[in-house]
């Protein structure tokens, strides 16, 4: 009788509304082309991002789901809860930062020079220009290696954690 009265959810309050949660099997890391940098699936990696001191790169995350196929939300249907939390080995050779959402923020030009964001003067908001879901930028700090680990966080707990480290290679500006 114990065990019944103990949660097993987010949320088991049947008249609150159903959370949704990723169910990843893995993720991928698409540079701006859309050509795939780094892949985890299963637990098995492929590819590694490789960026020159002083260098930016912005990469999309992409979610993978059991048959390994990018897990597409529906238009709308990005959950705000969902983030992205990076734990970067060494930044004194690497910096990865989180693509911040537009509808955080709140000021106008700060909104015009972020990427994918436009400001709706009508509505006093920025807004995303078209979903372009998760991202992240590396920049290169000195030459050298790093990692870093990704989760994909739902409210206060991981919907998803890479298995391993994402590998970062710096290199001496040309």
């Known amino acids: ?48 991002v490789t960026i020159g001191i002083g260098q930016t790169l912005a990469l999309s995350v992409h979610f993978l789901n059991h048959e390994g196929i990018k897990i597409e939300h529906e238009e ?11 734990t970067v080995i060494n930044t004194d050779i690497a910096i990865v930062e989180v693509n911040e959402h537009c509808d955080e923020i709140t000021d106008q030009t700060a909104c015009e020079t972020a990427e994918h964001c436009e400001w709706h003067a009508d509505e006093a908001a920025c807004e995303e220009e078209e979903h ?7 920049t290169g700090v000195s030459a050298g290696s790093t990692t870093f680990k990704l989760e994909l966080m ?21």
Do not use: M, Q, W
């Open 132 to 138: 372009h879901g998760l991202g992240i930028h590396i």
């Open 76 to 86: 709308g249907e990005e959950d705000h809860e969902d983030e992205l939390i990076i």
């Open 1 to 48: 009788l114990f065990l019944g009265l103990i949660p097993c959810a987010c949320d088991n309050d049947p008249a609150s509304p159903a959370e949704e949660h990723t169910d990843a099997d893995g993720f991928i890391l698409e540079d701006e082309s859309g050509i795939e940098i780094y892949r985890e699936f299963e637990g098995a990696s492929t590819g590694s």
């Open 154 to 174: 739902h409210g206060d707990h991981p919907d998803y954690t890479s298995t391993n480290n994402v590998p970062i290679i710096v290199t001496a500006s040309n």
